[in-house]
């Protein structure tokens, strides 16, 4: 398949961003939403900022406290045998393994262009954390728009785990906070941009610990805000490039063959590749063929090199009669864009690779 990288990749990078917090530095400008707003294209950015540890044996945990309106940074000894800090983004305990604190805090940020590749970068946030639920933060946006209003949900982080919450705006400027729709463990959730048989559909991905595993199902509602009817829509590949994890990218695209999803997915070794699922357009709940390679996969050295090496991460996408162009999150650091054929991508999926 033929895939078409933009020659300036990566278009968005973390020196191209001011820091918002004194004392922190930009690490991460990626895995953004996209949106169509007043003859612009607008990226909601994911933002992540770090406290600059001038010493090297030192490590720094922001965390948001919501009673106080302020960021805490902690300190941490890399010779503090009770933590784990073999992964650059988090800090865990030892003793359980499980997740102590974010080395940096993620919030979101909008950038704007004419012309789909060169942006300019807000100076301040657009949505930034509200309470102790986002205490280590929110990432990782994704942008329906339905009539007039666009709906942006996003991960809220915090130690009681990671969870999807609802804002919507009609303008990019003024917010409107719907709280919650899934609770913790659920990520990487895709609204569906209009009703199906006169409800609303998402995409989500619950995160087992005890039975199961990471892996897409669905879920229907009547006024976007209460979520049931949950179903397990399709799994992992054992030995795949989807055989770890996978998750909603981009919003649903709605073809004459059927709604059409581009999906990440890790392998054993975690490397994020993009794929495509095609659902059948009168009951998403079905699935009609699925990528057995790849659509995607991390070859660009702004892909294979970065904050965390390895990865495309699907973001958003336009598409224009055949041409799709996907924005999609690079080695957890920068924004890069590519074109894709439709119709390509169409004809490459195969039925019954459903699992």
Same mark, same amino acid.
């Given at each position: 398949?033929?895939?078409?990288?933009?020659?300036?990749? =990566?278009? /968005?990078?973390?020196?191209?961003?001011?820091?918002?917090?004194?004392? $922190?530095?930009?690490?991460?400008?990626?895995?953004?939403? #996209?949106?169509?707003?007043? @003859?612009?294209?607008?990226?909601? %950015?994911?933002?992540?900022?770090?406290? /600059?540890?001038?010493?090297?044996?030192? #490590?720094?945990?922001?965390?948001?406290?919501?009673?106080?309106?302020?960021?805490?940074?902690?300190?941490?000894?890399?010779?503090?045998?009770?933590?784990?800090?073999?992964?650059?983004?988090? /800090?865990?305990?030892?003793?359980?393994?499980? %997740?102590?604190?974010?080395?940096? %805090?993620?919030?979101?940020?909008?950038?704007?262009?004419?012309?789909?590749?060169? $942006?300019?970068?807000?100076?301040?946030?657009?949505?930034?954390? &509200?309470?102790?639920?986002?205490?280590?933060?929110?990432?990782? =946006?994704?942008?329906?728009?339905?009539?007039?209003?666009?709906?942006?949900?996003?991960?809220?982080?915090?130690?009681?785990?990671?969870?999807?919450?609802?804002?919507?705006?009609?303008?990019? +400027? &003024?917010?409107?906070?719907?709280?919650? /729709? $899934?609770?913790?463990?659920?990520?990487?959730?895709?609204?569906?941009?209009?009703?199906?048989?006169?409800?609303?559909?998402?995409?989500?991905?619950?995160?087992?610990?005890?039975?199961?595993?990471?892996?897409?199902?669905? *879920?229907?509602?009547?006024?976007?805000?209460?979520?049931?009817?949950?179903?397990?829509?399709? !799994?992992?590949?054992?030995?795949?490039?989807?055989?770890?994890?996978?998750?909603?990218?981009?919003?649903?695209?709605?073809?004459?063959? !059927?709604? %059409?999803?581009?999906?990440?997915?890790?392998?054993?070794?975690?490397?994020?590749?993009? @794929?495509?699922?095609?659902?059948?357009?009168?009951?998403?709940?079905?699935?009609?063929?699925?990528?057995?390679?790849?659509?995607?996969? =991390?070859?660009? *050295?702004?892909?294979?090199?970065?904050?965390?090496?390895? +990865?495309?991460?699907?973001?958003?996408?336009? #598409?224009?009669?055949?041409?799709?162009?996907?924005?999609? @999150?690079?080695?957890?650091?920068?924004?890069?864009?590519?074109?894709? &054929?439709?119709?390509?991508?169409?004809?490459?999926?195969?039925? @019954?690779?459903?699992?």
């Amino acid at each position: 398949m033929r895939v078409k990288r933009y020659l300036e990749n =990566p278009i /968005i990078t973390p020196e191209m961003v001011k820091p918002y917090h004194e004392g $922190f530095e930009v690490i991460g400008a990626f895995n953004a939403g #996209v949106a169509q707003y007043n @003859g612009e294209i607008l990226l909601v %950015l994911r933002v992540a900022e770090r406290p /600059i540890s001038d010493d090297p044996a030192i #490590v720094k945990a922001p965390v948001f406290d919501a009673k106080e309106r302020r960021v805490h940074v902690f300190d941490f000894r890399l010779d503090d045998e009770r933590y784990d800090y073999s992964d650059p983004r988090v /800090i865990r305990d030892r003793s359980t393994g499980q %997740l102590a604190y974010l080395t940096s %805090l993620s919030y979101l940020r909008l950038a704007r262009s004419k012309d789909g590749r060169h $942006f300019s970068i807000d100076d301040t946030p657009f949505v930034y954390p &509200s309470n102790s639920m986002e205490s280590f933060g929110i990432e990782d =946006p994704r942008v329906t728009q339905m009539g007039e209003t666009y709906y942006i949900y996003f991960s809220a982080v915090s130690l009681k785990g990671i969870g999807e919450v609802l804002v919507s705006t009609k303008d990019f +400027v &003024s917010i409107t906070r719907h709280g919650m /729709i $899934f609770a913790p463990e659920n990520k990487d959730v895709v609204l569906f941009p209009e009703k199906i048989g006169g409800k609303y559909f998402a995409l989500h991905r619950p995160v087992p610990k005890g039975v199961g595993d990471p892996e897409i199902w669905i *879920a229907e509602s009547p006024d976007l805000l209460h979520w049931g009817n949950h179903r397990h829509l399709f !799994g992992l590949r054992k030995g795949s490039w989807d055989s770890r994890r996978i998750g909603g990218g981009a919003v649903p695209i709605k073809t004459k063959q !059927g709604w %059409l999803e581009l999906y990440h997915g890790a392998d054993q070794e975690d490397r994020y590749s993009m @794929g495509a699922v095609l659902l059948d357009l009168y009951d998403p709940g079905k699935v009609i063929a699925r990528s057995r390679e790849p659509i995607l996969k =991390p070859e660009a *050295a702004y892909e294979v090199n970065g904050f965390f090496a390895n +990865v495309v991460f699907s973001c958003g996408a336009l #598409v224009e009669g055949d041409r799709i162009q996907l924005y999609y @999150g690079a080695a957890d650091q920068s924004m890069a864009l590519a074109e894709f &054929s439709l119709a390509e991508i169409l004809d490459s999926l195969s039925v @019954g690779v459903y699992e």
